[in-house]
């Protein structure tokens, strides 16, 4: 299951991307008191709760309007229907204007939905409950008084908000078993296809349609003894392409295929190579921190020149994740699928590990004889030990003095040094470093009554000196 969805919906300028960047702390979407400002979707996960813990993705959408324009009318066909979708919606209207036709249009189109509706009032800098009695024809309950602008009010509605919210089930958590590889990649460049070879029948939808895929489907099953899950996603498309009302819940449920994966099957169209897409799929991949295949698809289409010159732009291109291994195969034929279980079964592994503290620290000196660390600012860099602190991404914890600026120079020799030696593949490796604390930055230096007198003299010969000159 999904992280909770809450959209945010209503007409332009009351506040919807004010209470957006003041529930995700950030300034991500624009805010102005020009109406209509944002014409697209923006979205975010974030922590609505400390205390419970709770994750929700949260939603801004367009303005409604009610307007008949192309832009306008087709952002309202996507709002209104993207909300079937949500799990609650917070409804805003503004307290200083008051209930309007369109707040009222908007309320009675959003009955229909039968969803958790939360009437936000914005805006109510000062506001008595009694004041917001009007809102109450609206048919969506109490109103919720908030300021998104000043942080008013913010708490009850996530008070509010809390008890709406779906619980995932034991029965959803147990979708995933084993080894769960995520499938990954623009429509239409062959993922259901590989799929469908992989289990060897049509178990997902493959046609030659681009996004045919709405939704992460977990398929469960078991190969010489060795259970996995294969996770489908919908294919990824450019912003501006996003138009159909599932599409922005297809990536939300892509971004949450990709956090409960253990490793990733990054699918290519070998007659396109690296597209912006792509390396913005693998810009994810790498935050994440999962182990990696990439999967060049339909590559049995190309002539030897053009396999050439794929190899060789792929060579630029991929240099950022040069820990992932490349295969080329043809999905629809079979021909080089049967080569990725090595590979994933081996990165899940590398990915999984656990290495004992001692035989880092045995690394880490040769690592140290090898390469002794270099000087910064005068000060030598001093590695005292390290140690595996997480898996899935494996990483390792360096500690020691003066670690806070270690130049990037050595720390891709250190990388490359513990990945050769630990022998990881299709695995990032992440590295932090931590530095020891000073145990005497806070003591300070008592002076004797001796040093006292001394230092007391030698002020006042100072002052002397002063007022001769």
């Known amino acids: 299951m999904g992280l909770p969805i809450i959209s945010l919906v209503g007409r332009p300028n009351v506040g919807k991307s004010t209470l957006f960047n003041r529930l995700s702390k950030s300034r991500q979407a624009l805010v102005s008191d020009f109406e209509g400002l944002t014409r697209d979707r923006q979205y975010t996960e974030i922590l609505l709760d400390d205390d419970s813990e709770t994750f929700v993705t949260i939603i801004d959408t367009g303005g409604l309007t009610g307007d008949d324009n192309i832009i306008d009318s087709g952002i309202q066909g996507q709002v209104l229907n993207a909300l079937e979708e949500s799990d609650v919606i917070y409804f805003i209207v503004s307290s200083r204007d008051g209930v309007i036709g369109l707040d009222l249009e908007i309320a009675s189109r959003l009955r229909r939905l039968k969803k958790e509706i939360v009437l936000v009032c914005n805006k109510s800098e000062g506001l008595k409950e009694v004041m917001a009695a009007e809102f109450y024809e609206l048919g969506l309950g109490e109103p919720i008084l908030i300021s998104a602008e000043h942080g008013q009010g913010i708490d009850d509605l996530i008070d509010h908000t809390l008890p709406l919210l779906p619980q995932a089930t034991l029965e959803e958590e147990e979708k995933v078993e084993g080894i769960a590889v995520a499938v990954l990649g623009r429509p239409n460049v062959g993922k259901s296809t590989l ?84 390396a913005t799929l693998l810009g994810m991949i790498s935050d994440k921190g999962r182990a990696l295949l990439i999967a060049i698809n339909k590559w049995d289409g190309l002539d030897e020149y053009q396999k050439t010159e794929v190899k060789r732009k792929l060579d630029v291109k991929l240099s950022f994740v040069n820990y992932a291994s490349v295969h080329y195969i043809s999905a629809l034929h079979g021909s080089g699928v049967g080569k990725l279980f090595a590979p994933i079964i081996k990165s899940y592994i590398n990915a999984s590990t656990k290495h004992s503290t001692s035989t880092l620290n045995k690394i880490l000196e040769r690592a140290n004889t090898g390469h002794q660390p270099p000087p910064v600012k005068g000060r030598r860099l001093k590695i005292k030990y390290v140690n595996q602190t997480d898996i899935f991404p494996p990483t390792l914890t360096f500690h020691g003095n003066h670690l806070q600026n270690v130049p990037n120079a050595y720390d891709r020799y250190l990388k490359n040094f513990f990945i050769n030696a630990l022998k990881l593949t299709n695995t990032p490796l992440r590295i932090e470093y931590k530095s020891g604390e000073n145990p005497f930055k806070d003591n300070k230096n008592e002076l004797s009554a001796r040093q006292v007198t001394k230092k007391r003299r030698l002020m006042q010969f100072i002052k002397k000196r002063k007022k001769r000159k």
């Open 195 to 278: 799929i469908n070879r992989i289990l060897g029948e049509e178990r997902v939808l493959a046609i030659d349609m681009p996004g045919t895929t709405r939704d992460s489907i977990y398929i469960p099953f078991e190969r010489e003894n060795q259970k996995y899950t294969l996770i489908d996603t919908a294919g990824i498309r450019r912003k501006r392409s996003t138009h159909e009302k599932v599409e922005i819940f297809s990536i939300i449920k892509a971004i949450d295929a990709l956090d409960r994966s253990h490793v990733v099957i990054l699918v290519l169209d070998a007659r396109e190579g690296v597209t912006e897409q792509d």
